[in-house]
């Protein structure tokens, strides 16, 4: 009976171990301070560089929304060249005043193209002449230019 004694104390001694090293255990860890989430380091800076970052932040929220209301106003316009077609009569007015403006091309490239004629044949017979006068010993009169000749190289002068 002594041995059964004996190993009940050893139990009830093991148990009393036991539940103080749970119970000191315990109350540690609710000791213990908690670890704070580290927050991220921010650099302070001064008053006026707070200043112009904020400055800067609106003007790009100011950039943001003018390009969303120019992207709105886009669409609207787009939507509306959609909803309104252009009347025949329109059209019919504009093919009018196209063949008309057309016409007074034609008409202009052809007087463009009679002077040029008309400047080609002066400049031909001024041409024969002077071979013509030439050949029986005449001196053509000199033709007056804006650059006198002293401006002129020798090449242009007496055609070197």
């Not at 009830?12 to 989430?37: C, D, E, N, R, Y």
């Not at 943001?64 to 007015?93: G, M, N, Q, S, Y």
């Not at 002129?152 to 055609?159: F, H, N, Q």
């Amino acid at each position: 009976m002594r041995v059964l004694l004996n190993l009940a104390l050893c139990l009830v001694a093991t148990m009393v171990i036991a539940s103080g090293t749970a119970a000191i255990l315990f109350v540690v860890a609710q000791t213990t301070p908690k670890k704070v989430p580290v927050q991220q380091k921010t650099q302070i800076v001064g008053p006026r560089v707070q200043a112009w970052l904020d400055r800067k932040a609106e003007e790009q929220a100011y950039a943001e929304k003018e390009k969303a209301a120019a992207l709105a106003e886009k669409e609207r316009t787009e939507a509306l060249r959609v909803e309104i077609p252009p009347p025949i009569e329109h059209t019919a007015v504009a093919q009018a005043r196209n063949a008309e403006q057309n016409q007074a091309a034609r008409l202009e490239r052809a007087r463009r193209a009679r002077r040029a004629a008309k400047q080609e044949e002066r400049r031909r017979l001024r041409l024969q002449h002077a071979e013509i006068q030439g050949a029986y010993g005449y001196a053509p009169d000199r033709r007056w230019s804006f650059f006198p000749d002293e401006f002129l190289t020798r090449r242009d002068r007496y055609g070197d």
